[in-house]
């Protein structure tokens, strides 16, 4: 408990000196004030609009600030540090104060708040709201805003953003409240994303930009015709398939079929071939008896070599003839 009744004694004290500097240097334009503990002592930062009113003569007036501040309100060895306000139209406290003291001078609480934003937006800020409460027309309290532009009501960006100022305005009828809140013209919101363009390639990296295209269609290529050579090696053409199913046609002469005699005509090959078809031989049978119209048939494939077909083919008619010529001499003997 001793710590937290320590920050909140220190929380008054600075919340006295800061009203207590607003009433002093009210007439130089109090825009702020700023506290910071140092091994050396305490600085007092004091922001003005005039900082010459301030000072005084010689430094009269910062003298007695600093004894002020030193006896009433207890700091260890002050140093006060005053500072001009770059732009006073976008301090939030000078607005306020100005405001308060424009309707103390019998301003229309409407005119003194649409001229004051005018004025705070004109200076560049992105947004500023003014509130103004109190006895506006009649003796019922009641408030009245105006704003433009940008602004934040919660979050961490109205923490960093938004700087708000308040001061009273003492009237007939009683007193008013004057809030003013303007938004930082240099304030970057969490929405905003600035895109950096692309920068431009040199002239050497132009020719590796086109290079890869052109190698990418080299290989579709090469691919393209690998698979062509995979389809022809895995299928035949349609002709060389064509030739194996066709049977193939035997010559006379082959080694698979038997020759005809050499002086047989072109009645008896004949003959022979349909007694081939019709009466095949099989390769374990033996051949029959020999007779005088059966010597033609030829003897089994398996046996018939290249030398043995041509000789008994050729034999064969010679053994013929003899055996006919006993019969016909015979015949003609008895005709005789």
Known sequence: MASERKFVTENIRRVLLKEYMMARVGRAGFGGLDVQRTPMGTRVTLITERPGLVIGRRGEA??????????????????????????????????????ANALERGWHFRRAGHSTVRRIMESGARGCQVIIAGKLTG???RT????????KYCGQAKLNFMHQGFATAKLKPGVMGVTVQIMDPNAKLP????????????????????????????????????VAEL????????AEAAKVKRPRKKKEGEPGQPAAAPGATGEEKKAVRKRKKKEPAP???????????????????????????????????EKKEPEKKPETEATENKET
């Open 139 to 141: 003796a019922r309290h």
């Open 231 to 238: 389809k022809k090696t895995a299928a035949p053409p349609p």
């Open 62 to 99: 910062i003298k007695s600030l600093t004894k002020a501040i030193e006896q009433d309100f207890k700091f260890n060895n002050p140093q006060i540090e005053v500072q001009e306000v770059e732009n006073p139209n976008l301090n939030a406290q000078i607005m306020a104060e100005k405001l």
């Open 283 to 317: 390769a374990a049978q033996t051949p029959a008896p020999a007779a005088p119209t059966e010597a033609i048939v030829p003897a089994p494939v398996q046996a018939i070599t290249e030398k043995a077909e041509t000789k008994p083919i050729a034999e064969a008619p």
């Open 191 to 226: 929405d905003e994303i600035d895109i950096i363009p692309p920068t431009e390639a040199p002239a050497a990296a132009v020719p590796a930009q086109v290079t890869p295209a052109s190698e990418l269609k080299a290989e579709e290529k090469k691919a393209e015709e690998a």
């Open 144 to 151: 009245e805003k105006f704003k433009e532009g940008h602004i």
